[in-house]
């Protein structure tokens, strides 16, 4: 497995943009591919955005679809996510996660790594 370290959350007046990143420790990382996940609180755990090991393909949840973009260096270990005109339901706790295999997941349940969360918080 690889090891996940989340980093860049912070407060932002709706409007406004945050990245957040997201380094892998493993050798195995150009294996995996990777997601981010939110829970505000009282909330279960939502599927956010992931990009496949290569890079080729993404996918968005329809809450962040044209607003964030997800991107990873796999020369580097990291995944991102740029996060644009923030508001304020997208307060929550922004989880890193990843997986192996040859599906294309979107469900916490499937990922087997995951890193320990950096808190966005945007104000009105």
């Known amino acids: 497995q690889v090891q996940l370290v989340e980093s860049g959350g912070g407060l932002v007046e709706a409007g406004g943009s945050l990245r957040l990143s997201c380094a892998a420790s493993?050798?195995?990382?150009?294996?995996?591919?990777m997601a981010w996940f939110r829970q505000a609180p009282g909330k279960e755990r939502e599927f956010v955005a992931r990009?496949?090991?290569?890079?080729?393909?993404?996918y968005y949840a329809d809450s962040v679809k044209g607003r964030f973009t997800i991107s990873r260096d796999n020369a580097k270990n990291t995944v991102s996510l740029q996060m644009n005109s923030l508001k304020p339901e997208d307060t929550a706790v922004y989880y890193c996660?990843?997986?192996?295999?040859?599906?294309?997941?979107?469900?916490?349940?499937?990922?087997?790594?995951w890193g320990q969360g950096t808190q966005v918080t945007v104000s009105s």
């Open positions: 996660a990843g997986y192996s295999g040859d599906y294309y997941y979107t469900t916490a349940a499937r990922m087997t790594s």
């Open positions: 493993g050798r195995t990382f150009n294996n995996y591919h």
């Open positions: 990009i496949r090991l290569s890079g080729s393909a993404t």
